[in-house]
């Protein structure tokens, strides 16, 4: 890269930089420096980044495809956003480096003999894991697929995916936090990403990781007026991107098939049709409350998360996942709405009464 070259991104990285990162999608100037580090150090020659923002990622990646001759490819959903990467892209003279397309990712049409060699997301946190589910047969053995807010606030609606790194054995995974102390006290603390390196495609053929563990699929009917009788309670709630309201829930140890069932009818019932659903179900406190601690045992974790309600807007079914039998009940979705749309779950055990209060 020659000095004007190098000016003249610095000059659109100095301008970025000064916006928002909440309003605009940016990552921190920590993470967009490692991001060039990785690219350089794999020697990426075919990138993809999926939310691409106002082109802040973009500009750190194609930084680094400078100097190994690789081309980036972004996608950004967001109109205004995928115009605005553009012109930074333009003003950095980085166009021979980079294509950004507008354009929902889960929409777009690959190439089947397309492959890439580092991957990037940073769109829809609630569908990193159906990003993961395209591009992984995609991503060369050794390849780099790095997702970020693995560690910030943002990752309770990453559930899925940080499931699948767990478990996946075709994977290796570090977090980093772009973390440092000033002075004695203070420290600034980052979204922190996950990077996983593929060791090997025998895996590729999965089509659906969130359902893995509850491969087998079995029609279900639908059945309305369903009232639940086990105690529960959440351990935590989110409003996920689609607007939906995902929980982690927890019920008594070793609950029966059949309670268990009854509740996640019980619960998804609550919910209007057209909304997202996603509701993890765990029979042991611990193992809700460590599902971001990695040295946790993966077994332990997994032998208690024991269900998950999944209603997708792109799925024209719902989900029951019952993991102890690895099964998943396929549902038609309602034709309506709940008469009241809106979930009670039971008071934790363990919470102080204004913690535990239904939602």
Not at 129 to 134: H, Q, T
Not at 155 to 176: E, I, W
Not at 245 to 272: I, M, N, Q, W
């Amino acid at each position: 890269m020659n000095d004007d070259a190098q000016r003249g991104i610095g000059r659109e990285l100095d301008r970025l930089s000064v916006l928002s990162q909440d309003d605009n999608g940016m990552i921190s100037r920590e993470d967009g420096r490692l991001l060039k580090l990785l690219a350089e150090t794999r020697g990426a020659r075919s990138a993809i980044e999926i939310g691409c923002g106002v082109g802040f990622s973009t500009l750190h990646l194609a930084c680094g495809l400078l100097r190994t001759g690789g081309r980036l490819a972004g996608w950004e959903g967001v109109e205004t956003k995928a115009r605005d990467c553009r012109e930074a892209v333009a003003r950095a003279g980085l166009g021979g480096v980079v294509t950004v397309r507008q354009e929902d990712f889960l929409d777009a049409e690959l190439a089947p003999d397309q492959r890439y060699d580092l991957v990037f997301l940073d769109a829809m946190k609630t569908d990193t894991l159906l990003y993961f589910d395209r591009l992984m047969p995609l991503l060369e053995t050794g390849g780099l697929i790095i997702a970020h807010d693995a560690l910030g606030g943002e990752n309770v609606k990453m559930r899925d995916y940080l499931d699948m790194l767990k478990g996946h054995p075709c994977l290796d995974t570090v977090f980093v936090s772009s973390e440092y102390r000033v002075g004695a006290q203070a420290h600034r603390g980052g979204a922190g990403m996950a990077v996983s390196r593929k060791t090997s495609p025998e895996l590729d053929d999965v089509k659906s990781w969130g359902r893995r563990r509850a491969a087998a699929e079995i029609a279900a009917r639908r059945e309305p007026g369903t009232a639940a009788r086990m105690r529960h309670w959440p351990e935590l709630e989110y409003v996920d991107d689609y607007g939906g309201r995902g929980v982690l829930l927890v019920v008594p140890p070793a609950p029966s098939k059949d309670e268990l069932l009854l509740l996640c009818r019980a619960l998804l019932e609550t919910r209007p049709r057209d909304a997202s659903v996603n509701i993890h179900v765990y029979d042991e406190p611990d193992a809700a409350a460590n599902r971001d601690n990695f040295h946790y045992p993966a077994g332990e974790y997994f032998d208690h998360l024991v269900a998950q309600i999944f209603r997708h807007p792109r799925l024209d079914r719902d989900e029951i996942r019952y993991f102890p039998e690895g099964v998943t009940l396929l549902l038609e979705k309602p034709e309506t709405d709940p008469v009241s749309p809106s979930a009670r779950y039971g008071r934790s055990p363990h919470a102080s009464p204004a913690a535990g209060a239904a939602a």
